[in-house]
């Protein structure tokens, strides 16, 4: 009885959340790019009507077809319209078809995955059927044929976008769920009373978030690309909103006469958008998901 | 494998109904009224009445459903609103313009996937390696209709000699020669998405095999390094490939609407973009039909040649 035992206490360091946001992001140098990409997107988003030179819709026909200048920066279109504020006011519809419809597609999805992995039985065989129905489709096909039939607008739009996303996060979620389901710490909550509801939203979502996340940032990526896919076939916002698919779009008929200007910078702002969200759901998947890191 | 395959194809029975039902509720939910299209400019009530019971448009839902079911089994989709023309017809004219530039496309993705690929993951970290890597990352991003334009004018405007047309399509039949001319850029603006995903997983799981433990077997018994990577790295590494292509053709198909639309050729995807402003329904439903099915059946198709490379896959059935 000379040594009694000591009860041993470690003292982690504590962190505050700015260094350990720092540390993330120093093991992570892609997930910074990533991130700065994307403020930057989202700032021009946001204060579009503030940096732009120009009204994006002002006809100017004494301005027409003008070539990249120090006035306009990406040239003018037929109409005298300064393409690089069109391409900046795009970037609005972009983002938000992007966010909006991705959100549908997160919702739907997860709902129905989380209920068919957790309930299983005839609910899950019947979700699972209507989910490889709509997988069955190629994607954007079935976002023209949803858009086509409810009408060209950008409501419509999002909506079919987001139906398209469903599959994805649907099946990721019921995968995901089924796997936790048998873990101890589930049956230990059940154990002790936890109610179904809870159970999945406090103990089975957030073992899920950081795939879920990964997946939602790549169907970002997706959706800003079919958006610019179906305003290119005249199925998203009107003229003359300024779109950067249905610019491109509308460049087509002055393809011949060398005004390239006219579908340069809608084409690669839809490039760096869609690269931006592609490159940072790749960071995020190898950041937070190791397990997920596949190469298709 | 026989057992696999219709187990298979039984499973595809639900799906595909379901998918025909997603399809016709897609098309009904419409609003305006095809009617005013087909019974043409300024029909008086008594025209537009009977038009509708002669389409069948004034029954139940449900029973036009079943009704448009049963027609499609034995091959009838329809009569095109707008040209009369029977849409069977009319997707079975320009089906084959569609493979043909689908079939071009797939096989541009992966013959570039395969060489490149293997070059990139054999000279891990050189030139090669990191111009490839950069490629996947922005061809996925690239929105496939601007690269179209940037192609049609790279060889209008830049490269001399106007080797490749803008556009157009000539049957293979009449004119060989200029049949594949057309069909080069177009092909290349589908293939580049689709190549991007390829190349990286033949690159990704070349490096897996690698690393494994015949890979040093078949090099220390002294083969040559040309057979340790045909026979025993592309070999194994080509099974994930597989599945990924199966994938592709989906993209492909969905290239195919956008790109005929740009180089005015005549293949399904055209037809449907040009059926929409008009609510031209039967033959928007017949080309979304048979792009599912057609997608649907290749990627039944891409799952068994999967499970027939892959010994470790059991087929079910019987036999396992």
Do not use: C
């Not at chain 1, 078809?97 to 209920?115: A, D, Q, R, Y």
């Not at chain 1, 154990?191 to 159970?199: A, H, K, M, Y």
């Not at chain 2, 595809?12 to 009617?35: K, S």
């Amino acid at each position: 009885m000379t040594e009694a035992a000591l009860p041993v206490v470690i003292r982690a360091q504590q962190q505050t959340r700015a260094s350990s946001l720092r540390w993330f992001l120093r093991k992570n140098p892609r997930m910074l790019v990533g991130m700065v990409l994307l403020s930057i997107l989202l700032f021009v988003a946001a204060f579009a009507p503030i940096i732009a030179p120009y009204d994006p819709i002002k006809v100017t026909i004494g301005d027409a077809l003008q070539p990249p200048s120090f006035q306009h920066w990406l040239g003018t279109d037929d109409l005298g319209r300064d393409v690089f504020s069109r391409v900046l006011w795009g970037s609005r519809i972009s983002l938000s078809v992007g966010v909006i419809s991705v959100s549908i597609g997160f919702f739907v999805g997860v709902s129905v995955g989380l209920l068919a992995g957790y309930l299983g039985g005839t609910f899950d065989l019947l979700a699972m059927r209507v989910i490889d129905a709509l997988l069955a489709f190629p994607a954007l096909v079935l976002a023209i044929a949803i858009t086509a039939s409810l009408g060209p607008q950008i409501q419509n739009a999002m909506i079919a976008i987001g139906v398209v996303a469903i599959p994805g996060y649907a099946r990721l979620t019921r995968g995901q769920v089924l796997s936790v389901r048998s873990r101890e710490y589930i049956t230990a909550a059940r154990t002790v009373g936890v109610p179904p509801f809870r159970l999945v939203l406090r103990h089975i979502f957030p073992n899920i978030a950081n795939a879920l996340v990964v997946q939602a940032t790549l169907a970002t990526a997706f959706a800003i690309l079919a958006e610019a896919a179906l305003s290119f076939l005249g199925l998203g916002p009107q003229p003359p909103y300024p779109s950067w698919g249905q610019d491109i779009n509308y460049s087509q008929r002055y393809l011949a006469n060398m005004k390239w200007w006219m579908s340069a910078g809608p084409g690669i702002a839809i490039f760096i958008a869609v690269f931006t969200f592609n490159f940072l759901g790749d960071a995020l998947r190898d950041a937070l998901d190791p397990r997920l890191r596949r190469s298709g | 494998m026989t057992t696999y395959i219709l187990r298979r194809l039984l499973l595809m029975i639900p799906v595909a109904f379901l998918v025909t039902v997603g399809i016709f509720v897609i098309i009904r939910i419409a609003p305006g009224d095809p009617i005013l299209t087909y019974a043409g400019e300024d029909p008086n009530p008594e025209t537009i009445a009977y038009v509708r019971a002669q389409l069948g448009l004034d029954q139940p839902v449900p029973i036009q459903y079943a009704a448009w079911l049963s027609r499609a089994l034995q091959g009838d989709l329809g009569r095109s609103f707008q040209t009369h023309q029977r849409v069977t017809e009319a997707i079975i004219e320009r089906l084959p313009v569609t493979f043909e530039l689908g079939a071009a496309a797939l096989l541009i993705s992966v013959t570039v996937a395969l060489v490149v690929g293997t070059i990139s993951a054999i000279k891990r970290n050189s030139a090669v390696d990191l111009l490839t890597t950069s490629f996947t990352i922005a061809g996925v991003s690239f929105p496939n209709f601007y690269l179209g334009l940037l192609l049609i004018l790279l060889f209008a405007y830049v490269v001399p000699g106007h080797i490749l047309p803008p556009g157009g399509f000539t049957p293979f039949s009449t004119d060989p020669w200029d049949n594949l001319r057309r069909l080069i850029l177009p092909a290349i603006t589908i293939a580049t998405a689709s190549l991007a995903v390829n190349l990286r997983q033949v690159r990704s799981s070349l490096l897996d095999v690698f690393g494994l433990d015949y890979m040093r077997t078949a090099r220390a018994k002294g083969l040559r390094e040309r057979a340790v990577i045909v026979r025993h790295a592309l070999k194994n590494a080509l099974i994930p490939v597989v599945t990924i292509i199966g994938i592709q053709i989906g993209a492909i198909i969905e290239g195919a609407i956008i790109t005929e639309t740009i180089f005015f050729i005549p293949g399904i995807g055209r037809l449907a973009v040009q059926a929409i402003p008009s609510q031209d329904y039967p033959v928007v439903q017949g080309v979304v039909l048979v792009s599912a099915l057609s997608f649907m059946l290749s990627t039944l198709a891409v799952d068994v040649l999967y499970a027939f490379l892959d010994p470790r896959i059991s087929f079910g059935g019987a036999q396992a």
